[in-house]
């Protein structure tokens, strides 16, 4: 390609970018892939929007409310655009809204769905090229018009939208929003990862259940798994880096689907999830999330078996009503999920369980409700992360009649966090006394206390004498002396 002076002069003084994520860890991982894709690009990170050339948000769609967030960003920032800014949206929000963003949001110069990511760095090459065009030859864009090219198609670039170029900013659109039928995985060896002692590793990406009200299907694309032998070189390669603990990701971990060359080789979810287990120097390897009607016994058995293996499972129920769940086609009913819990509760080890339950599907009577909240003391979560239901574009479940009215959510909710917490105040009681090994993960120094993280996945802070101060990413012993809804306190043993 040849360079346009501006572009070079980009280039000699340094490209940079910022990037903000929103939603789940699966959105918090690919953004540390973004990141050391854009790196390896010769782009530097900056910490505010003011500092960078390139802005970039990395959006969910969830609910609606994580869905407005990046609107509301974008409005915050849009005069930066004059000064010669360009903004990105990557992510569910992008995905599902798609070229409406550039009318909604007229300086944003990049929309990519996540499973284009593959194709970022040709993004990123056209980007910065259409820019150096479009500012070097005014005449490129004839009546300011600007330039727009799709990734994935041999698309020309085309003029596009008169009314809303300015001479000062030509528009210049890239989208990657045509790749959810594809197989690849976003694997890349650059990814960036924050923290040095636990890492995330996506082993299977996309969802093919279609819960009615999930837009995950229609933001992430069709479900693909990568190979055991690519998970298994890239969590090696982490515990020489130094990493002890490995969350392996993805929208439906159950559904795993190994595809490794050698068939002799293939492993289910539970032997991969063992064998990452068994890397030399991986202290502690968790997984999310995992769908009811895949979740295997195999899965407790590997648990059982595997010391390295975190006694926490996090088994997303949504709702307690037969009625219910089958509205959402959820694919299981309450017993089928219960006889799972009781897998769980017949292990040798104490794993904790929690889960993820929705409030106000449409036609969620009080007593399908009241179902739900039984349903709490039956099992005994360890935690909940509840919702209020937020209808969603494309999904099923918007066009369901008996809408349930938002005050009445509320008040499920409430009742239900409630609840909850009443069931944890009694079993987090239990812990006191015992002694938990915890990787410490940093200090409150307002309080004097490290921070720590248990097997079961709670959180245990601590006080410890000074002479003994743990480091953060090292492993301790901590006796529990108190315990609230939430959180352990304790005392280092030393
Ligand atoms: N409305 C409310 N909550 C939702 N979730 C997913 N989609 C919706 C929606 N449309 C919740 C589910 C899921 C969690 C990640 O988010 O409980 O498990
Ligand atoms: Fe949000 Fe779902 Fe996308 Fe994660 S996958 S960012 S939770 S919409």
């Known amino acids: 390609m040849k360079m346009s002076r501006r572009y070079t002069e980009f280039m000699s003084v340094g490209k940079t970018f910022y990037l903000e994520t929103f939603g789940c860890q699966m959105n918090v991982h690919d953004s540390e892939k973004v990141i050391g894709t854009l790196l390896h690009e010769g782009y530097r990170q900056v910490e505010s929007v003011e500092q960078a050339d390139l802005i970039l948000y990395n959006t969910c769609s969830i609910r609606d409310k994580a869905e407005q967030k990046v609107f509301h960003r974008l409005a915050d920032f849009k005069k930066l655009q004059a000064s010669g800014k360009k903004f990105g949206v990557l992510g569910c929000v992008a995905q599902q809204e798609g070229e409406k963003i550039f009318?909604?949001?007229?300086?944003?110069?990049?929309?990519?769905?996540?499973?284009?990511?593959?194709?970022?760095?040709?993004?990123?090459?056209?980007?910065?090229?259409?820019?150096?065009?479009?500012?070097?030859?005014?005449?490129?864009?004839?009546?300011?018009?600007?330039?727009?090219?799709?990734?994935?198609?041999?698309?020309?670039?085309?003029?596009?939208?008169?009314?809303?170029?300015?001479?000062?900013?030509?528009?210049?659109?890239?989208?990657?929003?045509?790749?959810?039928?594809?197989?690849?995985?976003?694997?890349?060896?650059?990814?960036?990862?924050?923290?040095?002692?636990?890492?995330?590793?996506?082993?299977?990406?996309?969802?093919?259940?279609?819960?009615?009200?999930?837009?995950?299907?229609?933001?992430?694309?069709?479900?693909?798994?990568?190979?055991?032998?690519?998970?298994?070189?890239?969590?090696?390669?982490?515990?020489?880096?130094?990493?002890?603990?490995?969350?392996?990701?993805?929208?439906?971990?159950?559904?795993?689907?190994?595809?490794?060359?050698?068939?002799?080789?293939?492993?289910?979810?539970?032997?991969?999830?063992?064998?990452?287990?068994?890397?030399p120097g991986i202290k502690r390897v968790r997984f999310t999330t995992s769908h009811p009607r895949d979740f295997g016994r195999d899965i407790v058995d590997a648990i059982d078996a595997v010391p390295t293996l975190c006694e926490h499972v996090h088994l997303p129920v949504q709702s307690g009503s037969n009625k219910v769940l089958g509205?959402?086609?959820?694919?299981?009913?309450?017993?089928?999920?219960?006889?799972?819990?009781?897998?769980?509760?017949?292990?040798?080890?104490?794993?904790?369980?929690?889960?993820?339950?929705?409030?106000?599907?449409?036609?969620e009577s009080e007593e399908d409700f009241m179902q739900t909240l039984n349903l709490l003391a039956e099992v005994g979560y360890d935690g909940v992360f509840t919702f209020k239901y937020s209808p969603r574009p494309n999904t099923p479940a918007l066009g369901l009649e008996d809408a349930i009215p938002d005050a009445e959510k509320s008040r499920r909710l409430e009742a239900l966090m409630q609840h909850q917490k009443e069931i944890q105040i009694g079993s987090y009681k239990k812990y006191i006394g015992t002694i938990q090994e915890v990787m410490v993960e940093g200090?409150?120094?307002?309080?004097?206390?490290?921070?720590?993280?248990?097997?079961?996945?709670?959180?245990?802070?601590?006080?410890?004498?000074?002479?003994?101060?743990?480091?953060?990413?090292?492993?301790?012993?901590?006796?529990?002396?108190?315990?609230?809804?939430n959180s352990l306190l304790g005392e280092m043993v030393v």
């Open 327 to 363: 509205a959402m086609q959820r694919l299981y009913t309450r017993e089928q999920y219960l006889e799972r819990i009781a897998w769980m509760k017949s292990a040798k080890r104490d794993i904790a369980i929690t889960t993820d339950i929705i409030v106000g599907f449409p036609g």
């Open 443 to 485: 200090k409150n120094e307002a309080r004097n206390q490290f921070i720590g993280r248990t097997s079961q996945n709670k959180t245990l802070n601590f006080i410890a004498p000074e002479a003994s101060a743990p480091q953060s990413g090292t492993y301790v012993k901590v006796r529990a002396t108190q315990s609230f809804p």
């Open 103 to 279: 009318e909604r949001a007229p300086h944003v110069s990049l929309v990519c769905g996540s499973a284009s990511y593959t194709n970022l760095p040709q993004m990123l090459t056209q980007l910065e090229a259409l820019d150096a065009a479009s500012s070097r030859t005014p005449a490129f864009s004839p009546a300011d018009g600007g330039i727009s090219l799709t990734t994935g198609t041999a698309r020309e670039p085309e003029f596009r939208s008169p009314q809303l170029a300015t001479r000062n900013s030509p528009l210049v659109r890239i989208t990657g929003l045509d790749d959810r039928a594809t197989d690849k995985c976003f694997e890349t060896e650059y990814t960036a990862r924050t923290n040095p002692h636990r890492g995330y590793i996506t082993i299977i990406e996309g969802c093919d259940k279609f819960c009615a009200y999930c837009v995950v299907p229609f933001t992430r694309g069709k479900e693909r798994s990568r190979t055991s032998e690519s998970v298994l070189a890239e969590a090696r390669q982490m515990a020489d880096l130094g990493y002890t603990e490995i969350q392996l990701l993805g929208q439906n971990v159950n559904s795993y689907k190994d595809s490794a060359g050698n068939p002799s080789s293939r492993k289910s979810f539970a032997e991969l999830l063992a064998a990452v287990g068994e890397v």
